[in-house]
């Protein structure tokens, strides 16, 4: 075989790997809006509560009159050129702290997210169902913290505001067809936070190093005795 032949034999050999190469495959990316809604929320007999419907849901009856109700809001953000697979804020969900009689509360709802574009690839609806949980208030600031999290997503833990205070939480999604990634950065870190934890300890204590090898060593013994077992 000559020069002239190899080479157009190995020109035509490469031609697939060219064709598939990630350096020419085209990035889909979107242009659009973003809007929300709370529906189905969760009562029980006493809840009092408004906005099921819109962006901005209400409850609870205020303690007294120097207190007010508690409020949940979606704020949304509208996206440009938000390419498929990389994460984006969708909105904010803000959280009003008040304090409220026990048993006006609701104790979930879902939002409804819908993505609206001219590609119908970036028109989409996601559907999150939020647990909320209105704790008693009593002398240590952070257990007296309301919390919200994703339901279906405990793994994404939790966002907690102060007794009294306000602020929001961005909500972090992604375009394969619409999927939550989780909560994102706090407006104000001094009136809420976020937890790994959907529990009423925000912060689980982990194990000292030492319990931890305690057992690991548990484990290891309870293995040699399976093993001592069979060879009998």
Do not use: C
Request: charged content about 15%.
């Amino acid at each position: 075989m000559n020069k002239n032949a190899r080479f157009v034999l190995a020109s035509i050999i490469s031609l697939p790997f060219i064709a598939h190469s990630p350096a020419f495959a085209g990035v889909v990316s979107g242009t659009g809006t973003v809007t929300g809604y709370f529906d189905n929320p969760i009562t029980i007999p006493g809840s009092v509560y408004t906005g099921i419907g819109t962006n901005t849901i209400e409850w609870g009856t205020p303690f007294n009159d120097s207190s007010f109700t508690n409020i949940l809001s979606f704020i949304p953000s509208d996206f440009t050129d938000q390419p498929k697979g990389q994460d984006f804020v969708a909105g904010r969900l803000y959280y009003r702290n008040g304090t409220i009689f026990l048993g006006t509360q609701i104790d979930g709802v879902d939002l409804i997210v819908n993505t609206t574009s001219s590609d119908p690839d970036f028109t989409q609806t996601l559907p999150l169902k939020i647990t909320i949980v209105n704790t008693p208030n009593v002398a240590d600031p952070i257990a007296s913290a309301d919390f919200i999290y994703f339901t279906d997503f405990p793994d994404r833990g939790s966002f907690r505001v102060l007794e009294g205070e306000e602020t929001y939480v961005e909500v972090i999604t992604q375009f394969n067809s619409l999927d939550l990634v989780g909560f994102g950065d706090v407006g104000d870190p001094s009136k809420g936070f976020l937890s790994p934890s959907t529990g009423p300890d925000p912060f689980p204590t982990v194990p000292e190093p030492s319990s931890i090898l305690g057992l690991l060593a548990l484990g290891l013994l309870g293995m040699g005795s399976v093993s001592n077992k069979q060879r009998k």
